[in-house]
């Protein structure tokens, strides 16, 4: 790993300093007040590109908050920074690699020059294999060993190989060609992958093995169950085996060594990071699953987000402006997570694809030069669609104790208009936000003739943050730009805090460790109990009672 030269801790920057005093002024400020002395600020704290429109006039922020975020994110080096990403430079320095996600959407024309080579070509011949390959199995000409057309696509994967696939499946179904059916595997619970193929005929399933190493645990003990599963259906025969499983991955010799027809192997490189990899190759089930042209939609929706990153002032940019409202919340009012609630049943998994996006990047505790980070870093990403999320958990949110800065999204158009549905689900979107910002007062509960007794627990204190953000409806670009949006909003905090966003040590330890217990789970003889007292007993336990 290189060096670097020790950095100037975020609390000694300038604007830092300025936003610690300014918060003492305007931390205890209510909405109410805002929205009181600046009546206008629902269409002055607005910003709008590609299609999506933020309100963020609902944060506790003034014109002058605003300014020292700015000048945060200037003196931080994000200008620089984001240049040296889009410019191929190592900036995952603990990894020595470059982070060019946005290479994958690139268009043909532009050139990205990494280690002496432009990577826009060979981006754009994978893209055409995975179109090549996504039609031949949707107009059927691809069969199975039998001869019998595939109608059945496993995607195994795991984490990064995973949630993108499975996200970008739920969210766009609608465009899917639905005489497929699409079944994801991650888990290494067995249960997952026997409910996955229960119903399934081997001759007529395709597995899709997405692992960019080609060796992690879970994915490799899912693939060979699914072989096994496979051979048992064909008797045994090992030539069926290239005709139902084709790999995506970067590990050319460990591909082969499953068996897989290398020709059957869609690549892409170091420099596309697990949790940014749902627009390389490790989306080839999206692609079957919507075709290529809307694949490549879905890419152009990313590459128009990025462009609008990388070039639109600070002031209106809108993944800069949400990045740097994470940053005023987690580190200035402690708020210890951030809510994602879609209202759109499509985007059912984006939450959870954002926990990994979000938190796999940020949750760092060193800063880029090895010492401890000055302030917190990565919030904790959660949600579920509304309005479902209303009868469970927004309970906490209008009246618990935690300040939870909240992201709707919601879209201006349906892809299923039912009846009144759509409109009674976008009321909901406002409502929330409203009463998340206002409350309700004592004397308003009062006046509603509410008994003395009842009157604290029915009041809405109010003062609780949101970001609304509007779009024209589901389609692969509105996901690709929603995606890209995201991408760069974990960039910008990363940026703030100085930290690498895009290595991810901290899921190794208990990888090992796992390895060494298992072959203790699996001896013949009784472990030596060389762990602590209460690792020992547990897995004493487990071998008396499996
Ligand atoms: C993502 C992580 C991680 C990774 C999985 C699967 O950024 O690196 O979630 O995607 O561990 O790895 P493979 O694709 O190598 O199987």
Same mark, same amino acid.
């Given at each position: ?123 754009? @011949? ?7 390959f996504a039609e031949r199995v949707r107009s059927g000409v691809w069969t199975g060993h039998t001869g019998k057309r595939i109608r059945n696509v496993v ?22 060609q639905r005489d497929l059916t699409f079944r ?13 193929v229960h119903d399934l005929d081997a001759a007529e399933t395709l597995f899709l ?17 699914a072989r096994?599963w496979a051979l048992a259906q064909f008797g045994g025969d090992e030539k069926a085996i290239a005709k139902h499983f084709v ?17 059957n ?23 079957v ?84 980070? @000055? ?75 509410? @008994? ?75 472990? @030596? ?18």
């Open positions: 790993m290189q060096t670097v030269t020790p950095l100037t801790p975020l609390n000694h920057r300038p604007s830092w300093k300025a936003l610690k005093a300014h918060h003492e002024q305007i931390g205890t400020k209510h909405l109410r007040e805002f929205f009181a002395d600046d009546p206008a600020r629902g269409e002055r704290y607005t910003a709008e590109a590609e299609g999506i429109f933020l309100d963020y006039s609902k944060n506790r922020i003034d014109d002058q908050t605003l300014k020292l975020l700015v000048q945060l994110a200037k003196e931080s080096g994000l200008r620089e920074r984001t240049e040296a990403m889009f410019l191929g430079e190592k900036i995952n320095i603990t990894e020595g690699r470059a982070v060019l996600h946005v290479a994958l959407r690139a268009p043909k024309s532009e050139s990205i020059v990494v280690d002496g080579e432009d990577v826009v070509p060979a981006v754009h @011949a994978v893209l055409d294999k995975m179109s090549e995607n195994i994967g795991i984490g990064g190989s995973d949630l993108g696939p499975v996200m970008a499946y739920e969210a766009l179904k609608h465009y899917s994801f595997v991650s888990n290494v619970d067995g249960s997952d992958f026997a409910e996955a093995v997405a692992s960019k190493t080609f060796t992690t645990q879970e994915t490799m003990t899912n693939a060979h169950s096994e790999a995506i991955s970067t590990n050319t010799k460990e591909v082969a060594k499953f068996g897989i027809d290398i020709e192997m869609f690549g892409f490189w170091d420099w596309v990071g697990g949790r940014y990899s749902m627009d390389s190759a490790i989306g080839l089930s999206t692609m699953a919507i075709g290529p042209e809307n694949f490549r939609a879905m890419l152009a929706g990313f590459h128009a987000m990025d462009v609008h990153f990388r070039t639109a002032p600070l002031e209106q940019n809108l993944p800069v402006l949400m990045g740097l409202l994470s940053v005023w919340y987690t580190d200035f009012f402690d708020a210890q997570t951030v809510a994602i609630l879609p209202y759109e049943q499509y985007l059912k998994r984006f939450p959870a694809y954002l926990q990994q996006l979000t938190m796999e990047s940020n949750g760092k505790h060193v800063t880029l030069d090895g010492t401890h980070v @000055a302030t917190q870093t990565g919030p904790i990403y959660w949600g579920e669609p509304g309005t479902n999320g209303q009868h469970s958990f927004y309970q906490l949110i209008h009246q618990g104790t935690r300040l939870i800065p909240c992201d709707f999204i919601g879209f201006y158009k349906t892809l299923n208009p039912v009846g009144r549905h759509h409109d009674m689900l976008m009321a909901n979107v406002f409502a929330q936000a409203e009463a998340l910002a206002f409350g309700k007062t004592a004397e308003a509960v009062k006046a509603e003739g509410v @008994a003395e007794a009842l009157i604290p627990h029915k009041v809405f204190e109010g003062n609780r943050p949101s970001n609304t953000i509007l779009a024209e409806c589901v389609s692969p670009a509105m996901l690709g730009k929603l995606v890209a949006l995201y991408e760069h909003v974990v960039f910008t905090q990363g940026v703030i805090w100085s930290i690498d966003s895009f290595d991810q040590w901290g899921v190794e330890l208990g990888k090992v460790l796992a390895t060494r217990i298992l072959g203790e789970l699996e001896s013949g003889e009784e472990p @030596a109990g060389a762990h602590d007292s209460s690792t020992n007993r547990l897995i004493q336990r487990y071998r008396k009672n499996k």
